[in-house]
Each structure stands twice: as structure tokens, then as C-alpha cells.
């Protein structure tokens, strides 16, 4: 697997970790997409992004969500910004846009899936965009 900025330091600052910057809501490991560390920078375009998935039966479901937090860097190039969105097939179905040097905290991002059915594939994704 070739190294990214997504995956440079997998189970140390990025993927399911045990974190050292910040506290769990729940358990003792967070999903980072991205670095834990603060002051980690890497080259990448609008466009870029890291997500993590799972196959979900969603027969009779009316909603998947998620909570989440995001932590932006400071000192970014102007007019980008990270998007954090709830995907269902690839497809954006929730997102919020988090400004740079801010952390925000989506606590009820939502995907309406009534009108699935079947096993569909869901997750968070992560990605630099212009707003």
C-alpha cells in the first residue's frame, strides 16, 4: 500500500487509535481520518479524502447517523475548507463544513434510507473542499 497523507501513520495518529490528544465519548478509541497529532501537515488538493465504510442492511430502517468532532488546522491556503459528510453509496446524504483553526462537533449528522432496502454500503468521509 503506498503512503499517504491518510495513511503515514496508521494505528499511531490516524485510523482506530487509542488517543493521546483527546477523550473518547465513548470507550477507548477514536476513528481518526486525518492525524491526532496537531502541527502533522501534507500536501493535498481539493478533492482529497479519507473515509471509513461498512456494509449495513438498511431494510427497514428510516435513518443511519453518526456524531462526530473535527479538528481543523490552522493555516491553510485561503478559500478551502474541510467537509465531513454522511455517505451512502458514494453518495453525500449529510455533511458540515469545518472552517480552519476551529473544531466543530456534529452530534446528529443524519442519512434518511427509507426508501432503501438491502445492504448498502455507509460511512464518514473526510475531504478538503472550496465551500
Known sequence: MAL???TSRLGLGQGRIRPQWATPASGEY???LGDEEP?????????????????VDVTG????RCALRFRVPPGAPAGLAWEASL??????Y???IG????ERFAGDMAANVSKLSGVHTVGVRLELCVP
Open 39 to 55: 502541527g502533522r501537515f501534507f500536501e493535498l488538493a481539493p478533492g482529497d479524502f479519507a473515509e471509513v465504510t461498512q456494509a
Open 99 to 102: 472552517r480552519f483553526g476551529r
Open 94 to 96: 449529510a455533511r458540515c
Open 61 to 64: 430502517l428510516a435513518l443511519v
Open 87 to 92: 455517505v451512502v453509496d458514494g453518495v453525500k
Open 4 to 6: 499517504t497523507a491518510f
Open 30 to 32: 477514536l476513528f481518526v
